[in-house]
């Protein structure tokens, strides 16, 4: 079974940059798509980015593209989200989720089996 731990969220003003971390334990992260959602009061959890087991392909929500870039290390075992020039639109609880099969990039939240607690991220304006 897998095991995510997200890190890295807090408090940063607009136009800033924070990166989160989920580390993951279990011998299967290696074949797994790695994605990101996010979830703000109110609002239904969105697909953020996804990247495929072997780094190769990334995919991103439109909101996020130019500024959001996902990537991971296998050897760590720990996907990334450097989140820069940030906007208060992106205030959410972020969660990091480990697809069901390491093929394609699946941006649909039943297309993973594992999640992370979620950490906070607040950009104030």
């Known amino acids: 079974q897998v095991q995510l731990v997200e890190s890295g969220g807090g408090l940063v003003q607009a136009g800033g940059s924070l990166r989160l971390s989920c580390a993951a334990s279990?011998?299967?992260?290696?074949?797994?798509?790695m994605g990101w959602f996010r979830q703000a009061p109110g609002k239904e959890r969105e697909f953020v980015a996804v990247?495929?087991?072997?780094?190769?392909?990334?995919n991103y929500v439109d909101s996020v593209k130019g500024r959001f870039t996902i990537s991971r290390d296998n050897a760590k075992v720990t996907v990334y989200l450097q989140m820069n020039s940030l906007k208060p639109e992106d205030t959410a609880v972020y969660y990091c989720?480990?697809?069901?099969?390491?093929?394609?990039?699946?941006?649909?939240?039943?297309?993973?089996?594992?999640w992370g607690q979620g950490t906070q991220v607040t950009v104030s304006s």
């Open positions: 990247i495929s087991w072997s780094a190769s392909s990334t």
């Open positions: 279990g011998s299967t992260y290696v074949n797994r798509a």
């Open positions: 989720a480990a697809g069901r099969t390491g093929w394609g990039l699946p941006r649909g939240g039943n297309e993973y089996a594992f």
